[in-house]
């Protein structure tokens, strides 16, 4: 998606104008010592370790951005704070804003990760031999403009996340009218079909678009669904996303957050 940067994890102006009202104040410090790491200074730490997988204590002190611990801090601290979620829903907006979401159809997938370590939110991974696992689900608008994500152990069949990630879908403003935050369609592979949820969706007035088991391949939803597909190709393009090497499943939803938002700003650089 547009040009490509030698160095991602330098925070623009303009994304931290948008990010910079979002943070909280931080605490009186409670004894003496070094200045506080600036936040900007400090994210572009968190994004170099998103985007380069490096671990924390290996972030290098040459490049000003504070110790990986510092980093670690800061972003458990903006996370607790629904940071990156306060700023999807500022970028969506933008999005609706510029009538550039589409909300006629929304596309649900999931792709599972290896987990370097057991802990919240792993489980044994149905695909690898029963090793520690996790999954991420992705719900996008019919462009692959991410709406939700969310973190779930390997072994948790997909379509328990179905109505979870749509009541997820944040309330986008930005024209005319009630805030929106439901498509007209729902399209999904065969691990969504079921009845029970097919139910569920036109209860919520939306229609459910979900191949068979039991039928041939080839039918059709692969030319509408492959936008979800390459939204997750997209997240894990960033290297820290690939494997879960964080214990504490906060954290790795923190990296999962703060990367759906930097593919989010990226349509609205493209598109607004």
């Given amino acids: 998606m547009g040009k490509h940067q030698s ?5 623009s102006d303009e994304l931290w104008s948008l990010i910079e009202p979002l943070l909280p104040e931080p605490g ?7 200045p506080r790491v600036p936040d900007r200074q400090a994210l572009c730490g968190i994004l170099f370790v998103l985007h380069t ?15 990986g611990m510092t980093c670690w801090r800061r972003l458990a601290a903006w996370n607790e704070a629904r940071v990156w979620e306060a700023l999807h829903l500022v970028l969506l907006k933008k999005l609706r804003v510029a009538k550039k979401l589409d909300w006629s159809r929304a596309v649900i997938d999931s792709s599972h990760v290896r987990a370097a370590r057991r802990g919240p939110k792993s489980g044994p991974s149905p ?18 403009i991410p709406l939700a994500v969310s973190l779930t152990g390997g072994n948790r069949n997909d379509v328990t996340q179905l109505l979870p990630l749509l009541d997820k879908v944040p309330a986008v403003a930005g024209v005319v009218g009630r805030p929106r935050h439901r498509p007209d369609a729902l399209l999904a592979d065969r691990g ?10 036109w209860a919520r007035g939306i229609r459910p678009v979900i191949a068979e088991r039991g039928t041939e391949h080839g039918s059709g939803l692969s030319i509408f669904r492959y936008v979800v597909e390459r939204t997750i190709a997209w997240l894990h393009g960033f290297r820290r996303l690939r494997i879960r090497w964080e214990r504490r499943d906060d954290i790795h939803e923190a990296f999962l957050g703060l990367a759906t938002c930097l593919i989010t700003h990226r349509h609205v650089q493209r598109l607004c």
Wanted: net charge positive.
């Fill in 7 to 11: 160095r991602p994890w330098i925070v």
């Fill in 28 to 34: 009186p410090k409670l004894v003496e010592g070094r």
């Fill in 53 to 67: 997988g490096i671990q924390w204590e290996y972030l290098p002190q040459e490049l000003g951005f504070g110790s």
């Fill in 127 to 144: 695909v690898d031999r029963a090793r520690p696992g996790s999954k991420h689900h992705v719900l996008t608008d019919g462009q692959g």
């Fill in 192 to 201: 969504y079909d079921h009845d029970k949820y097919r139910r569920l969706l």
